[in-house]
């Protein structure tokens, strides 16, 4: 019979080899796991805000986003972004938020999480939603309105945001929202999808209004005169 201690350091030879090979077998299969829409759009996230921060040029951008856009394994995306810090990557967004508000004012303002799917319900209540800082980490937001009586919303846009209101059903209110850009103004990084029912509120999409110094600074129609100055 072989002496005690050699059987435990057999074992714990034997051991050690199985759990290299469990850890090895593990990222292997997580490395080759298929990736999804979400986790294409996070990857893509990742790399505008190290464009923004300097850390990527515009070709090299350009370049890893169509990468990563047709990347099909967790392992196409990481190298993408293996050389990039990670702080500035978005939580998770959530599937659905319900705004359910009567009376008052309500706003979605600043570095918010742009859901998938919004529901809101408004009686005698103005709501907000300003896009133009908005973290954005998919391409289409889906919003159901069920507007009343003094049942307001505001949505603020910016360059890229498109809002569509062509199925929402009303009986009272207005529904003002521009039209869909053409090709020529650049790409579409998020389109706002309403429908619903309105009874007695309004919509309104609109760009940002522009501070008294942009007021200054704009430029002078063809034919008008110039802005003094002194």
């Known amino acids: ?57 515009i070709a090299e951008l350009d370049e890893r986003v169509e990468a990563a856009m047709a990347a099909r394994t967790a392992s196409d995306l990481a190298v993408l972004t293996a050389d990039l810090p990670l702080e500035g990557m978005p939580p998770q967004a959530r599937e659905v938020i319900r705004i359910d508000q009567r009376f008052g004012e ?16 408004l009686k005698f209540t103005d709501l907000k939603l300003d896009f133009t800082e908005a973290v954005i980490t998919h391409d289409v937001l889906h919003i159901e309105v069920d507007l009343r009586i003094g049942g307001n919303l505001t949505l603020v846009t910016g360059p890229g945001i498109v809002v569509d209101a062509d199925d929402v059903t009303y009986s009272r209110g207005e529904i003002k929202v521009h039209p869909l850009p053409g090709p020529e103004e650049g790409p579409v990084r998020l389109r706002v999808v309403l429908s619903g029912r309105s009874t007695g509120g309004d919509i309104v999409a609109r760009h940002p209004r522009r501070t008294p110094g942009q007021w200054l600074r704009r430029k002078p129609r063809s034919g008008g005169q110039p802005p003094l100055t002194g």
Request: proline share 4%; aromatic share 2%; hydrophobic share 35%.
């Open 1 to 57: 019979m072989l002496p005690v201690p050699c059987i435990r350091q057999q074992t714990g030879a034997m051991a050690g080899d199985l759990s290299r090979t469990v850890d090895s077998s593990l990222r292997r299969h997580v490395s080759e796991q298929r990736v999804s829409h979400r986790d294409r759009d996070q990857a893509v996230e990742i790399l505008r805000v190290a464009a923004g921060d300097g850390r990527l040029t």
């Open 106 to 121: 309500g706003k979605r303002t600043g570095r918010w999480l742009v859901p998938r799917r919004m529901e809101i319900r």
